[in-house]
Structures are given as structure tokens and as C-alpha cells.
């Protein structure tokens, strides 16, 4: 680290002596090249008088008019020179070097703000593997949820509502296996802001539900988890998050904090493409579109994407699906195939233009294999698993997508 500073300065103030060197030799060349001439031509007339009185050329009388004339000439001269070389070399060159100056320690404030002094250059991979490593040594729920404030009941609960929460929670305290009871308490935990109980009645929701659980409830649980750690995604909400997309793949809640999740481990890029993807696929109303918006530009930079907001809800209900092709059952072959190709090339020409979700991937390669065309179903399947291949419920549903085209086995 003192090592880098000193090279870095010593740098600096190699580039500095340069660039002021150089302005004080174009200031200097500057003056010699004005007034100064002037100067050396009013005293070679004053010699060549001189000379000509001792030739006899011209009368005294005459030679002291002319040299009071050139000498007063001379000294204007002499006057406009030193004026010239105060002008030409303070003012610009104090300039010159300020501005210098200025550069110099901008340049060193802007490093000391963006920068990372004695931090190394990481090349794409590394880069990949450093955040891999702070994703799987990122700190456990508890961890998060400990360093926080500890929960206290708003001032402004009504005496009445104060006294049934407690009597709530006292009631579930007691009937541990009552799962309407902390259904209940979860709803009310979570109103009050106390996101760490909420968890808590949640999970045991969860736990209680067993087989039974749906999707949306592993994803509220993971929710909770974020928020009862103050909207760090441990571990452990990971882990919730991933087994809700398992179930469903779509489910906008999961998808969202697991774009969080990779965001603040390092994985700027694979975020981006989750959030556009949610963006695209809408509702306008859905929670989790105002906090996308507001964040998926500094996203985008960071992922090297230059990016404009699409239209929310752009990607819904758009290309081929199964219904679409049942419907088109009382036409002829020939008018059949043409809807769904008329269809197919919409659908494809977005997903190459904007991107979309995986879903609308799986409906293009399920409706390339409806027309025939397998070769660029298989092709388009295998890029789609490429663009997917952090998301594991995005590859089930491609390849099932491809199992049902006829290109995978």
C-alpha cells in the first residue's frame, strides 16, 4: 500500500516538472518574441545617428533631434517590453501552473473516491470466483438478524390492539401445532414491522404444512427472512427462495430477492437479467416493480449493459401458447401453420431484440417443434441454456420445453 503511493506520486510529480517546464519555455520564447525586437531596432538607429554625425552626413542639430525622437521611441519600447513580460509570464504561467495544480489533486480525490487503492485489477473470472466466495461465506440469518435493533412495539398501537397482540401471542406460545393461529400471527407481525416474530410464525407455518406447502408461502418465508435481517439475503432465505422456484418457476417474490441476493454478492450481471426479465413480464401492480425500477439502471452500469426501462408487462402474453394452437384447430393445415408461424417469428424477433423470461423461451422452442423446425429449436434451446444457466428452475423449464419440441431426450 505505502509502496503504491510512492510510485504514484512519484509519477505525478515527474508529469507535473514536465508540463510546467514546457509552459515556462513557451511563456519565455513568447516574450523574446514581441516587444524585444522593437527594443533592438531603436538602438541600432541610435548607433547608425552616431555614426553618421562622425561621418558628417548629417548636423549636429540634426542628429539631436532625431535621437531625442529614437530615444524616446526606445524607451516606450523598453516600457511596453518588461509590461509585456510581466503579462506574458505571471499571469498565464501562474495560470497554467494552478490549472496543473488543480488537475493533479482532482485526479487524486477522484481515484481516492473511485477507486481502490491497493486493490489489484480482476480479470472476468476471478471476479466470478470472488463472488462465489462471498456468496458462500456471506454471514448466517442470526448473524444478520443480531446485529440489528432489537423490535419495539410502535408508540402509536392503540392500547386495544397492544393488549390483543399480546394475548395472540400468548395463545400461539401455547398451541404450537395451531396452524391458523400463526397464519394469523404472521399477518399481524409483519403489520407492525416486527419482521424477525413474523419469520419465526412463518416458518413454523412452513414446518407445519409440510408436503402441503405451496410456493408462494416458501416465498414469503424467505421474504420474512430478508426483511428480519434489515434486506440482507442470507443463506438461509436463499435456501427458501430457491426451494419456492422449484415449485414455480415464476414466481415473482423468489425471483426478485434472489436478484437481490446475487446483486449483493457480486453478480451484477445475473441480477439484471432476472429484474429485466420481471419488468418485461409485469403485472404494473406487483410489489416488486417499484423497487426494481428504482434500482435496475445502476444495475444495468454495473452489469456493462446500457439499458432504457422497458414497458412493464411487455413479454405477457406474447408469442404461441397451447391455447393458441387449440384454437386454431378449425382451420385448415395450411392456415394453422401460418398463425403460429405468423406468431413464432414475433415472439422470436423480441426474445433476440429485448430478451424475456425463460417461460417465453420454453413457448418459442415448444412452438419451433409444433412447426417442424427442429434444427432451430435445438439451436435456441441451447442458447437459452446458456442465458439461464444460473437459474435452476429456468433450465428445468426449458428442458422440458425441448423434451416436448422433440430435441431433447
Do not use: C
Not at 40 to 49: P, S
Not at 98 to 119: C, D, F, K, M, Q
Not at 163 to 171: D, F, G, I, K, N
Not at 194 to 201: G, M
Amino acid at each position: 500500500m505505502v509502496s503504491f503511493w510512492i510510485v504514484a506520486g512519484a509519477i505525478t510529480l515527474m508529469v507535473a516538472g514536465v508540463l510546467a517546464a514546457a509552459v515556462i519555455r513557451g511563456a519565455r520564447r513568447e516574450v523574446g518574441s514581441r516587444a524585444a525586437s522593437d527594443v533592438e531596432v531603436y538602438r541600432a538607429q541610435l548607433a547608425e545617428v552616431d555614426r553618421d554625425v562622425a561621418r558628417g552626413v548629417i548636423g549636429q542639430s540634426d542628429a539631436e533631434r532625431v535621437h531625442a525622437e529614437v530615444a524616446r521611441r526606445l524607451i516606450a519600447a523598453d516600457k511596453a517590453q518588461t509590461d509585456e513580460r510581466a503579462s506574458t509570464t505571471t499571469a498565464p504561467v501562474g495560470l497554467a501552473l494552478a490549472l496543473i495544480g488543480t488537475g493533479l489533486i482532482a485526479s487524486v480525490a477522484s481515484y481516492l473516491w473511485l477507486g481502490a487503492p491497493g486493490y489489484g485489477d480482476m480479470g472476468l473470472q476471478d471476479r466470478i470466483a470472488f463472488a462465489e466466495e462471498v456468496r458462500t461465506s456471506r454471514p448466517a440469518q442470526v448473524v444478520a438478524e443480531r446485529s440489528l435493533p432489537e423490535f419495539v412495539d410502535p408508540v402509536e398501537m392503540d392500547e386495544r390492539y397492544v393488549t390483543l397482540m399480546a394475548q395472540l401471542r400468548e395463545t400461539v406460545a401455547e398451541r404450537p401445532d395451531d396452524l391458523q393461529g400463526h397464519t394469523l400471527l404472521v399477518q399481524q407481525e409483519r403489520r407492525i414491522g416486527n419482521f424477525v416474530a413474523a419469520k419465526q410464525a412463518m416458518s413454523r407455518v412452513v414446518a407445519l404444512k409440510r408436503d402441503t406447502v405451496t410456493a408462494q408461502e416458501l416465498a414469503d418465508l424467505g421474504e420474512l427472512q430478508v426483511l428480519a435481517a434489515g434486506g440482507y439475503v442470507s443463506p438461509e432465505a436463499e435456501m427458501s427462495l430457491r426451494a419456492a422456484l422449484t415449485q414455480d418457476a415464476g414466481n415473482g417474490t423468489a425471483r426478485y430477492y434472489l436478484g437481490l441476493m446475487l446483486a449483493q454478492t457480486g453478480r451484477p450481471d445475473q441480477a439484471f437479467r432476472i429484474w429485466d426479465g420481471l419488468l418485461r413480464a409485469g403485472p404494473e401492480e406487483a410489489p416488486w416493480i417499484p423497487p426494481i425500477v428504482a434500482q435496475i439502471e445502476e444495475l444495468a452500469q454495473l452489469a456493462g449493459v446500457r439499458y432504457a426501462l422497458p414497458e412493464i408487462g411487455s413479454s405477457a402474453a406474447r408469442g404461441p401458447s397451447a391455447e393458441d394452437i387449440d384454437n386454431a384447430s378449425d382451420m385448415t393445415p395450411a392456415e394453422r401453420m401460418d398463425m403460429i408461424g405468423s406468431m413464432v417469428s414475433g415472439l422470436s424477433q423480441r426474445l433476440a431484440t429485448e430478451g424475456g423470461p425463460a417461460r417465453d423461451w420454453a413457448r418459442l422452442i415448444s412452438s419451433l417443434g409444433v412447426l417442424g423446425k427442429w434444427e432451430r429449436a435445438q439451436a435456441i434451446h441451447a442458447n437459452a441454456i446458456d442465458v439461464f444457466s444460473d437459474d435452476p428452475a429456468a433450465i428445468d423449464l426449458l428442458n422440458a420445453a425441448g423434451q416436448q419440441a422433440g430435441v431433447v431426450d
